[in-house]
């Protein structure tokens, strides 16, 4: 008798405990359903990684798909990796190994371990690949701060020589100024850990090819840095998104994934720039530089998921 209570007591523990979990789970997937700006790339990514394994819940691959974007859209590199493994593999997509390739290029340039091990030795394809979903959307000035309005820069002698000068680059002194608050805070003697310098932080070959002698010259950097931006205001034709992208992590890289690179810190510094600037567009000058060709052409392969009879 007590053999058989014993038996029934732990039974029916046992699905209470199957039944708290499967209320967790719920209560977890409901939780990452709901818009939440607070949720990690981090935490997308374990969430996908169960639909993608069927851990705790049905396995849905895309829904994983899903997850796996949402986190790679913001540069998490892991992300990146998984969904490159789903092309690899046909996990719920049809097989693509260029679309897997350059995603784990995308991981690996982040330095994620395994994304460096598998591309070694590959060659890289000019053709885009990547799915769509992992792009940002258009950067807007963030809602919600009264203080955005009311951007009070610096005044002296930096403010003096951007308002001078500007007007003769075709550039408004707003976003110059934008960019040096967010690229050096208005430090003039400023290096970065790759060796950009001064108040608009140029790199040296940047420096060199729009004539900069002394890049901590505070007249000529802002005068380097104002042609580099009137350069990219024509080349990405006056998308002030891109034309930061490009300033933070050069127009190749922009043009390499047709858009803001999904990388975390380009597109902090993206969103930096917009908030301050609260513009989207600005205009250039048509003569300086024909536009990059993929604003021209622009085609992205997008995911085809198997039937689910395979």
Avoid at 58 to 68: G, I
Wanted: hydrophobic share 40%.
């Amino acid at each position: 008798m007590k053999m058989e209570i014993s038996f029934r007591y732990r039974k029916r523990t046992t699905w209470i405990s199957i039944f708290l979990v499967q209320q967790f789970f719920s209560f977890e997937v409901w939780a990452y359903q709901e818009p939440n700006e607070r949720v990690s790339p981090e935490d997308l990514t374990v969430l996908a990684r169960r639909y993608e394994n069927a851990e705790g819940v049905t396995r849905d691959y895309q829904r994983a798909f899903d997850l796996y974007c949402q986190a790679a859209k913001i540069g998490w590199p892991e992300a990146q990796y998984s969904l490159g493994w789903m092309y690899a593999n046909a996990r719920g997509l049809v097989r693509n190994d260029l679309a897997a390739q350059q995603l784990f290029q995308l991981a690996a340039e982040q330095g994620h371990r395994q994304s460096i091990e598998l591309i070694r030795g590959m060659e890289r394809n000019s053709i885009n690949a990547l799915p769509s979903c992992i792009f940002p959307e258009e950067i807007v000035p963030s809602s919600g701060n009264s203080t955005l309005s009311k951007i009070q820069y610096p005044h002296g002698k930096v403010s003096e020589l951007v308002n001078r000068l500007a007007p003769h680059y075709a550039v408004d002194p707003g976003l110059v100024m934008a960019i040096i608050s967010v690229e050096s805070h208005f430090n003039e003697r400023a290096v970065s850990s790759k060796n950009a310098q001064g108040l608009m932080q140029l790199m040296p070959d940047t420096a060199e090819r729009f004539g900069v002698k002394d890049a901590y010259n505070s007249e000529q950097n802002i005068k380097g840095g104002l042609s580099y931006l009137r350069w990219l205001l024509a080349f990405f034709r006056g998308n002030v998104s891109l034309v930061a992208a490009a300033y933070n992590s050069g127009e190749r890289a922009v043009e390499k994934y047709h858009g803001v690179p999904p990388y975390q810190e380009t597109i902090d510094y993206v969103q930096k720039v917009i908030n301050l600037y609260q513009k989207t567009t600005h205009p250039f000058l048509r003569n300086i530089v024909a536009p990059s060709s993929f604003l021209q052409v622009k085609k992205i392969i997008r995911p085809n998921f198997r039937s689910k009879n395979h």
